[in-house]
């Protein structure tokens, strides 16, 4: 168990829909960061967030948006979904500094029928 | 532009024998370096990291990767595979300067026969 947290487990919704992925990181980490994975692309950076800011972005379509609350935890949305949005969300965690190991939740596994 | 080169797509070995997994990677910077593991349905395990110092780093599971600066390779390596090792290996390369994202490889798949 890594120590992060993520909810749903499972998602399955219909194209044009939004959803609402969230992350709870390790006690402590104040770096939270996205990644998809998916088989065409596989695993992919979208955005990191620093206690709170907006610290890189990766290939984060312009439909998915991040923020991440006071309380350090973070939510990604994703909207006006389409089929090839169906993939594996992780959540990761790290500390503040320049070496800090990320540790990954279980992913959110999102189906778009 | 950073980017990270798994070249087997899948491997097969036999339980007991002796395991490596390639990586070649392309920064421009010094590198940290890291691999991670995906049993199905699970999420991503750090197996070992390299930062700095001795290019021979040690991880869990009796898992080895050493960092060959010109190579720019960091290859996985086990002595020993078990059956409990099958699963989807990831080979990262971790971009600095205040942004810690990492970039993946497209993984390995590791299957071991009895």
């Known amino acids: 168990d890594s120590g992060v947290t993520q909810t749903p487990k499972h998602l399955i919704t219909a194209t044009g829909q939004r959803v609402t992925l969230r992350c709870s990181p390790r006690s402590g980490d104040l770096s939270v960061y996205w990644y998809q994975q998916s088989l065409d692309q596989g695993l992919q950076f979208l955005i990191q967030y620093y206690n709170g800011e907006e610290r890189a972005k990766g290939n984060i379509l312009e439909r998915f948006s991040a923020q991440q609350f006071p309380d350090l935890h973070s939510e990604l949305n994703l909207s006006s979904l389409e089929l090839g949005d169906s993939a594996l969300y992780f959540c990761a965690s790290s500390g503040s500094g320049s070496q800090e190991t990320q540790y990954f939740g279980p992913g959110t596994r999102l189906l778009v029928l | 532009a950073q980017s990270v080169t798994q070249p087997d797509i899948h491997i097969t070995v036999s339980e007991g024998a002796s395991l490596e997994l390639r990586c070649n990677y392309s920064y421009g910077a010094t590198p940290y370096l890291f691999w991670y593991v995906q049993s199905p349905g699970q999420g991503l395990q750090l197996l070992l990291k390299?930062?700095?110092?001795?290019?021979l780093v040690q991880g869990i599971k009796g898992f080895e990767a050493e960092f060959k600066r010109s190579q720019s390779s960091f290859n996985l390596r086990k002595p020993s595979v078990h059956w409990s090792d099958a699963a989807e290996y990831f080979c990262a390369v971790g971009v600095l300067a205040g942004a810690n994202n990492l970039f993946f490889g497209t993984g390995t798949r590791l299957t071991v026969i009895p």
């Open positions: 390299y930062f700095s110092g001795d290019t």
